[in-house]
Nanobody, 121 residues
Framework: QVQLVESGGGLVQTGGSLRLSCAAS????????MGWFRQGPGKEREFVAAMRTRDSTSYADSVKGRFTISRDNNNNTVYLQMNSLKPEDTAVYYCAANPFRIYRSGNNPYWGQGTQVTVSS
């Protein structure tokens, strides 16, 4: 069982930056694939980024070059650094975990409660 708690959301102006954190419980965190998803107002949840190891990352085209996923296995935490934020990045951001791989479809067994990110124009 893995429990995930996101933090770091907030209100930022266009062009600004935020760093989201996702703290995970469990002693096997380092073996899990971790990911970030988001759900904007009136939209379906969508994949943002995923990471298994330092050399194994993937991003949605809409955030590539602006967002960076990273993890600290010593502190059981995964991060999402978001730069050059746009109003269309406004969403609730969710952390996800999967012992095998992160499925972009969203079919992952463990989820956090979400953290709101609002980008003002």
């Amino acid at each position: 069982q893995v429990q995930l708690v996101e933090s770091g959301g907030g209100l930022v102006q266009t062009g600004g930056s935020l760093r989201l954190s996702c703290a995970a419980s469990g002693r096997t965190f380092s073996s899990y694939a971790m990911g970030w998803f988001r759900q904007g107002p009136g939209k379906e949840r969508e994949f943002v980024a995923a990471m298994r190891t330092r050399d194994s990352t993937s991003y949605a085209d809409s955030v590539k070059g602006r967002f960076t996923i990273s993890r600290d296995n010593n502190n059981n935490t995964v991060y999402l650094q978001m730069n050059s934020l746009k109003p269309e990045d406004t969403a609730v951001y969710y952390c996800a975990a999967n012992p095998f791989r992160i499925y972009r479809s969203g079919n992952n067994p463990y989820w956090g409660q979400g953290t709101q990110v609002t980008v003002s124009s």
